[in-house]
């Protein structure tokens, strides 16, 4: 699997966000950026700490201080507004999915992961919370969305980590493991009242450590 195809799938899977509502009520886009952000930072935190379901429009409105007879001015729902704040956490572009990172041949396996966790657990924190508390309140169409995603990542992870390992042949194992190095970008931020007194740094680490060492014994069996 060439790099160019990688990269591209990549991209593509990632260009595709959640459908967000089209409201042109307002006219000032500057002002609908702001009040846009007012809701949408008040529902991470509401969603965060009360859940989706127990989150009321009407607590969205007191904690952004938007009122609440506007507030459909800048946006439908309350799916709109998860929709909204999953595209700005969740598919953020800034990130590096390991795929790409794994291009890197100047780094070993264990940097490769370390580096992917780091920017994942900084940096997407609150999205990746807020999308697995959240999927059962997904439209199915969201839900959609974000296992389309989450299948082309593991794919191409499955692609580089064939070609980083050199195996010859088609190997499911690859498969497995890239589900589970997926499903350990999320053990950070989901775990964190477990280890609350350990230093990320100590977690981080340990958990890149011990996902390279598991592929690669994998590998060698």
Excluded at 83 to 94: A, I, K, P, S, T
Excluded at 114 to 120: A, D, W
Excluded at 188 to 196: N, V
């Amino acid at each position: 699997m060439s790099s160019t195809k990688v990269t591209d799938r990549l991209r593509a899977a990632r260009s595709e966000l959640l459908k967000e509502a089209d409201i042109r009520v307002v006219q000032n886009q500057s002002l609908i950026d702001d009040r846009r952000k007012q809701i949408c930072d008040a529902a991470t935190e509401l969603f965060l700490e009360k859940g989706f379901a127990a989150t009321t429009i009407r607590d969205i409105c007191a904690r952004s201080n938007v009122n609440q007879a506007s507030i459909y001015d800048y946006i439908a729902n309350k799916n709109d507004i998860l929709r909204r704040v999953l595209n700005q956490l969740w598919f953020r572009e800034d990130v590096q999915m390991l795929p790409e990172i794994l291009l890197d041949d100047s780094l070993t396996l264990r940097e490769a992961i370390e580096r992917f966790l780091r920017q994942s657990w900084q940096v997407k924190r609150k999205g990746t919370l807020l999308a697995y508390r959240c999927i059962p309140h997904l439209l199915p169409e969201d839900r959609k969305a974000l296992r389309i995603r989450e299948a082309a990542l593991m794919k191409d992870l499955s692609d580089q980590l064939h070609r980083r390992l050199g195996l010859q042949d088609e190997d499911p194992r690859l498969d497995v493991l890239s589900n589970l190095v997926v499903f350990l970008q999320a053990f950070g931020p989901m775990r964190d009242w477990l280890h609350s007194d350990i230093p990320d740094e100590t977690v981080l680490r340990t958990v890149s450590a011990a996902a390279a060492a598991m592929i690669e014994a994998v590998a060698d069996s």
